[in-house]
């Protein structure tokens, strides 16, 4: 837990890029701490970029942490890129689901980077190992997440863009 209050922080993006210096996998459900001391926080985007890291699979551990209620009741808007099969990332997911009460906008993007379409950008920015974790992803958060759910609550997943990740098939 964090020793202050972030009284009047509304909008905050946490952008963790792992896999060049850091060797272990990071526990995101610690970034709970954070939502717990933003008690007006509104809005939170967490980007994600594992290249190469090897993490806890939520196939491989199910069984999920769960922490005392705190409800949020100002946190309308969360988008998480780089959504992956990591076992911390469906922990935090599954938090702020059972806590954000007036949570209306839940976005679980797979893809981490500029997709085509957006900005200046004409096509997604290639990552070669950008496949090996979606299809974990995806059933994930079959089993955990969309379940969870609540009526009140908008859930997009986005997934890597079909026009420029192809996956081959050798």
Not at 107 to 130: H, I, M
Request: charged fraction near 20%; hydrophobic fraction near 35%.
């Amino acid at each position: 837990m964090l020793p202050t209050k972030f009284l009047c922080l509304k909008h905050l993006i946490v952008r963790l890029s792992l896999g060049t210096t850091i060797t272990q996998a990071f526990d995101y459900f610690s970034l709970v701490s954070f939502l717990d001391a933003s008690p007006s926080l509104e809005t939170f985007i967490l980007n994600v970029s594992e290249k190469g890291m090897i993490h806890e699979s939520i196939s491989a551990h199910p069984q999920l942490r769960h922490t005392p209620e705190h409800h949020h009741g100002h946190l309308r808007s969360v988008k998480i890129c780089g959504f992956s099969s990591e076992k911390s990332l469906f922990e935090l997911t599954r938090y702020i689901l059972e806590n954000a009460v007036s949570l209306k906008f839940l976005t679980l993007d797979t893809f981490y980077g500029d997709r085509c379409g957006q900005g200046k950008c004409t096509s997604c920015l290639p990552t070669p190992d950008v496949f090996m974790d979606v299809s974990k992803a995806i059933s994930g958060i079959k089993t955990y997440i969309e379940n969870k759910v609540p009526s009140t609550v908008k859930l997009t997943v986005l997934e890597p863009c079909s026009r420029c990740h192809v996956r081959r098939v050798i």
